[in-house]
Each structure stands twice: as C-alpha cells, then as structure tokens.
C-alpha cells in the first residue's frame, strides 16, 4: 500500500452555512475518525480534496505532514468522499485514522491473467467478483489481486479460500463465495424433463417445411 503525505488542519466551524463558507473559499470540511480517540474536524484544500477523489480506487493512505496538532503525523484512510449527485462538487470527506501494524478492512481489485482451458473449448468466463475485501496492516495491502486462470476447465471455479494471498493478507468473508467460474456453453447445458418435454412439444408443433 503506497503511502503519500497531505496537509490538513484542524477547524472549529461546523454546521452548514459555515461548510458552505468553507467550499466558497476553496475549502472543504472533513472529519478524522479517530482510533480509541475523540473525532476530530478537519479541512482540506479543494485541489488536495480533488486529488483524493482521483485516487479513490487506489491502495493508499496518507501521513498528515502539514497540519495542526492532534493531526500532524497521523496515518489516515479515506473512509467516504461526499458529493453533490447533481453538480459531482465534493461536498464534505471522512477518514480514519490507522494505527500502526494494526490491520485495516480495504476492498482491492481482481486482475485475471491468461485465457482458460474451458473457454477455448467454447465455455463461458463468469467473473462473479471484480473487487474483494482484505484485512491487513498498512504496508501489506497490495494494489490489486492478481488469479491465474488459464488451467480454468469447464466447470472449474476459483473460490476466495483458493487464492494466494500475499504475507499477512487475508481475506473477508465466506471462503466458498466463487470468484470466477467458467460455464458450459449455453447449448450444452442440461436440460430438466420438464424443459426437454417443453422443447419437444415446441418442435411438434411448428408447421412441417416443405
């Protein structure tokens, strides 16, 4: 997980006209969620604000190196960033704060390497998650998860509990829960009686060619 500084200060204006004062001079409000400790308010430089937006998707966290006192040198995640659903001006962003070696939950995305076997033969490649949610400390979080599936055979799944997960990842939830599989091709998929009887009745019932 690459770390990067930003500046944030402290503010004592709350409530929403004097948020708004704040956009109006180039500032947005945030909050510091603190770790076993009181929240803090906090504000940020639009143009640093919009920095963070671009890096939303990424495995990042910053080090307060420019800011006022209880922020300065503390480590922080970028828990939501809040904007106007009509405008996309950002209105207001949360983080927390990350302890040190404490782990943190983060959602990182999947890349696929290589072609299955079973797509090849005409099979179909369902990638049921494209992002999945990790627990690690800081320095481990990787930027993205990378599976190998080129030995993917018709059928053959790749589960959470399958993957290979750098030292000191783990993952969240159901280790069953599929992350690719590759189908049958949609002919070759069994039919049940009822659906066989269906298409049987079907084919009597168009008009004989002649």
Not at 50 to 62: E, M, P, S, T
Not at 82 to 93: A, F, G, R, T, Y
């Amino acid at each position: 997980m690459e770390k990067q500084s930003l500046s944030l200060k402290v503010r004592s204006e709350s409530g929403k006209s004097a948020s708004k004062k704040m956009r109006r001079e180039g500032v947005i409000p945030a909050i510091v969620y603190g770790h076993n400790r009181p929240n803090v308010l906090a504000k940020i430089s639009a143009k640093d604000a919009i920095q963070l937006l671009k890096q939303k998707n990424k495995a990042v966290y910053y080090e307060i190196s420019d800011g006022d006192l209880p922020l300065k040198g503390k480590k922080l995640l970028v828990k939501d960033i809040v904007k106007n659903p009509i405008s996309d001006e950002i209105l207001h962003i949360d983080f927390y704060e990350i302890a040190e070696k404490e782990p943190v939950k983060m959602t990182v995305p999947v890349r696929l390497k290589g072609k299955p076997e079973g797509v090849t033969k005409g099979g179909i490649l369902e990638w049921e998650r494209r992002e999945i949610e990790i627990k690690a400390s800081p320095e481990n979080v990787p930027d993205f998860i990378e599976i190998d599936i080129s030995s993917l055979d018709i059928g053959d799944s790749i589960h959470l509990e399958d993957l290979k997960l750098p030292k000191g990842v783990c993952f969240v939830g159901d280790p069953k829960n599929p992350v690719v599989t590759v189908l049958a091709p949609k002919e070759e998929v069994e039919l049940t009686e009822e659906e066989k009887r269906a298409k049987l009745e079907a084919s009597l019932a168009e008009p004989a060619k002649e």
